[in-house]
């Protein structure tokens, strides 16, 4: 079954936005969340929040615009096509085009239906120094338009596997701070362990019986390899690059490099791998984002003697140090040395200790993993449904009476 399809600017009206001026203070700082491109989320259909805020005065004396819940936003200028829904009233510039669904289309519906016809969009981009899109362009693309019956389920089916992952999310989230603030109490503050004896050192004291040795002691640092030496024959018998921008993201994508499935064991990357770019961006993250080959720039972290949390959340405690030194260090890109890994000292427990301290922590990683993992099952899911639906070549059943 193929649907028939409508021009994008038939099914929404196209709102332009703007900036009240920066040099008049009083329009700024208010309570009207303002969005611009740095703003958008790239995890959640929802745009959460903004860096800046407006009032009502800046509103009235400049050309942008309020968009209202379920309205959608998309960027216009710069980084085309990223886009979001919103999810209550709010601002926003003139990078930015806002699209609310006219009679006829369901808003979810409508969101997915864009969001499918992204690369479409973005291809129609033109410009030397940004790229950017203008009102027509919604005019010369067109999206599906099912009976409203069947757009409600499409929507429905697809919302339910984002709020999936954005519920994973959350909970990975509050599980993180969950771990650092547990972290904190024990090794910073030493809360569970003020009524037993401590020791004096140089670097401050800590409790007795506990050692002081470098990071680099407590794992293994392996650097990535240039990838680019490891290039595939074929798209099949190939696995994708892990660089900082996957890092970030925590997955590939259809835009990642490529490297042969014969790369060397000691730089591929599976799932729960704890993953360190010491250059360039400095991240400590744990990955879940399928198996990949290890670029050039990133640690491999892991150890036969600890466990995963034990030199994650060490490593991770001193990435704000490791970014200052990077920071003054950088001259086109920043980054640290190993000596720095061997001058970050950590503090390592009685075994004992240690194996209670395994029992709480081990648990939370093992499910932060698990989330993880099952995020990107859900997006994988998501994004074979999301062309089908929109196809007609998956059918839904009509949720309410034929109109």
């Not at 809360?191 to 050192?201: L, R, V």
Request: glycine letters at 6%.
């Amino acid at each position: 079954m193929t649907y028939n399809s409508i021009p994008i600017s038939e099914g929404f009206e196209i709102i332009s936005g703007g900036t009240p001026k920066r040099t008049v203070k009083s329009y700024w700082n208010g309570d009207i969340p303002w969005i611009s491109i740095k703003d958008f989320n790239d995890e959640y259909r929802y745009l959460l929040n903004t860096e800046d805020y407006i009032n009502n005065e800046g509103l009235r004396n400049s050309s942008t615009n309020i968009l209202d819940k379920n309205d959608i936003i998309i960027s216009a200028r710069g980084t085309v096509g990223k886009i979001n829904m919103i999810r209550k009233p709010m601002a926003f510039n003139q990078s930015c085009y806002g699209l609310r669904a006219r009679e006829g289309i369901e808003a979810k519906y409508g969101y997915f239906a864009i969001k499918n016809s992204i690369r479409e969009l973005q291809s129609h981009a033109y410009g030397s120094v940004f790229s950017t899109i203008t009102k027509v362009t919604f005019d010369n693309i067109e999206i599906p338009k099912p009976k409203l019956s069947e757009q409600k389920v499409i929507g429905n089916i697809l919302s339910s596997l984002d709020d999936k992952i954005e519920n994973n999310n959350a909970i990975i989230a509050n599980l993180e701070e969950q771990a650092q603030t547990i972290f904190k109490s024990w090794f910073i503050d030493f809360e569970p362990f003020k009524d037993e004896k401590f020791t004096d050192s140089e670097l401050g004291r800590f409790p007795e019986g506990w050692k002081k040795i470098s990071l680099e002691n407590i794992a293994t640092f392996k650097n990535g390899l240039a990838m680019q030496k490891f290039r595939p024959e074929t798209e099949q018998d190939s696995l994708p690059v892990l660089k900082i921008k996957e890092l970030r993201a925590n997955k590939t994508d259809s835009s990642s490099d490529r490297c042969t499935v014969d790369i060397p064991k000691e730089v591929l990357i599976e799932n729960g791998d704890i993953i360190f770019s010491w250059s360039g961006s400095l991240l400590v993250e744990v990955w879940t984002g399928g198996t990949a080959g290890l670029n050039q720039h990133l640690f491999k972290v892991s150890s036969n003697k600890y466990n995963k949390w034990f030199y994650y959340y060490w490593t991770k405690f001193f990435l704000n140090q490791f970014v200052a030194i990077a920071r003054d260090r950088a001259t086109t890109m920043g980054h640290i040395k190993r000596s720095h890994l061997k001058e970050a000292k950590v503090l390592i427990p009685d075994d004992v200790t240690l194996g209670e301290m395994d029992k709480v922590m081990d648990p939370i990683i093992s499910k932060i993993i698990n989330l993880g993992v099952q995020n990107k099952k859900l997006e994988e899911l998501r994004d074979t449904l999301l062309p089908k639906l929109m196809s007609g070549e998956i059918q839904v059943e009509e949720a309410v009476e034929t109109e």
